[in-house]
């Protein structure tokens, strides 16, 4: 019996991931077609030469592995000298300093951010999330049993938060609000101002801000990257962040979880105690991999994140550029930051197209260019791009996507 019911909740739950529609889409590229394959589907530019991590990160691990002495179970919530390498690192961007106690070491972003939503949840509890948005965060609130309730990014302001929205959607059961900044999958870096806004509405409200800085530090445009945890006196903030976009190594699977609350709002031994106790079922990153972290954020020269973030402005000024020639797409903002941005679809300008994934299912089958629906981050017409890709390769992905636009407008059937 309760196996029944835990399959059908989980059958009646979204059950949209990334990662899933990704590889239903791969299943569908026609192998009979000689195009090679090209994705700009998923984060992860480690598929694409012009993207690799810098040698003291590869040196670091070696070290730590051949030493011989990090072959043994770490703590659960993570190494002594990982979480203090952390922590400084972290308050070098903010106005007082972490302690080694307020950082948590996880499996990458993905944990950190079921630890958030299991740490906040309980019965009847629901919490604020953006649309479009990150869909692990759905995922992990429906396990938790977290009533979902989704505000609007709104493109015409740079997908900035609908703070209005967010209060008429809060009640006495709100438990969180998250953002994510930079952005995936809109590409947006909130300004300093905005990030005030957001932080003096959650302290209205009395909820915490989970703050998702996975894209940390990876800007271009006219907004630095501000760290939510700024505001911590004002609100806690839960930060979620991991090496895997600043270092580009999404496969070693190193995140962390961090309580900012200099004032002591959030933070008290019973939340603290219930936290611990939660990692201790939870299987973090391997030790020797935490090992490697001091060295690797000491030694990592500024001239490897410069030219990452000058890599990423390449390839998003080809995005932006092209995508303008493309008929039936539009995008309505250029992308700031992180590695993706958001298009608006007409579908009513398109033949034999009914909506976003039909069009990424037929575009994968025709042409062998992956990119993903709108509706698997939560907006039904739209498109992701992700353009953490080299020149080359992202130039003949979007030539072969206006092609495919070209080919299935209305216009371009019409009779002559």
């Not at 299991?118 to 953006?130: C, D, H, K, V, Y």
Request: hydrophobic residues 40%; glycine residues 6%; proline residues 6%.
């Amino acid at each position: 019996m309760e196996n029944g019911a835990l399959n059908h909740e989980t059958e009646t739950a979204s059950t949209i991931t990334i990662k899933g529609i990704l590889s239903l889409l791969m299943q569908n590229v026609d192998e009979r077609n000689c195009k090679r394959l090209i994705s700009l589907g998923m984060g992860d530019p480690t598929v694409y030469s012009c993207f690799h991590t810098t040698h003291v990160a590869g040196e670091a691990v070696v070290e730590a592995l051949q030493s011989d002495k990090f072959n043994g179970y770490s703590p659960t919530v993570g190494l002594p000298q990982t979480r203090r390498a952390i922590a400084e690192y972290l308050s070098s961007d903010l106005p007082y300093k972490l302690s080694p106690d307020d950082v948590f070491i996880t499996s990458g972003c993905t944990q950190a951010i079921d630890v958030a939503l299991s740490m906040l949840a309980r019965p009847g509890a629901n919490i604020l999330i953006p649309r479009p948005g990150f869909p692990i965060y759905e995922l992990c609130a429906t396990f938790r049993r977290l009533e979902i309730r989704y505000f609007d990014l709104l493109p015409e302001k740079g997908w900035e938060v609908d703070l209005d929205l967010v209060e008429a959607l809060a009640d006495q059961n709100t438990v969180g609000l998250v953002i994510i900044n930079p952005g995936n999958p809109c590409g947006s870096v909130y300004s300093y101002q905005h990030l005030k806004k957001i932080a003096e509405t959650a302290e209205k409200l009395k909820i915490p801000v989970i703050a998702d800085e996975v894209y940390g530090h990876l800007v271009f445009g006219d907004n630095p990257f501000v760290p939510m945890a700024v505001f911590g006196s004002v609100v806690p903030v839960l930060t979620l962040g991991s090496l895997s976009k600043r270092w580009i190594v999404p496969g070693w699977r190193l995140g962390w979880f961090v309580i900012n609350d200099p004032s002591g709002m959030f933070k008290n031994p019973k939340i603290i105690e219930r936290i611990k106790k939660y990692f201790d079922i939870l299987g973090g990153p391997a030790t020797f991999i935490q090992a490697a972290v001091p060295r690797i954020i000491e030694e990592t020269d500024q001239v490897f994140f410069e030219k990452t973030i000058n890599t990423l402005k390449q390839a998003s000024d080809i995005c932006w550029d092209l995508i303008k020639e493309i008929p039936c797409i539009t995008c309505p903002h250029k992308p700031q930051g992180s590695m993706a941005v958001m298009i608006k679809l007409d579908v009513s300008s398109l033949e034999d197209i009914s909506d976003d994934i039909d069009f990424c299912f037929r575009l994968a089958k025709e042409e062998s260019v992956i990119i993903l629906p709108g509706t698997a981050v939560g907006l039904k017409n739209w498109l992701r791009i992700t353009f953490a890709a080299d020149p080359h390769s992202l130039k003949e992905a979007l030539g072969r996507l206006k092609s495919f636009c070209r080919r299935h407008s209305k216009q371009m059937q019409q009779p002559y």
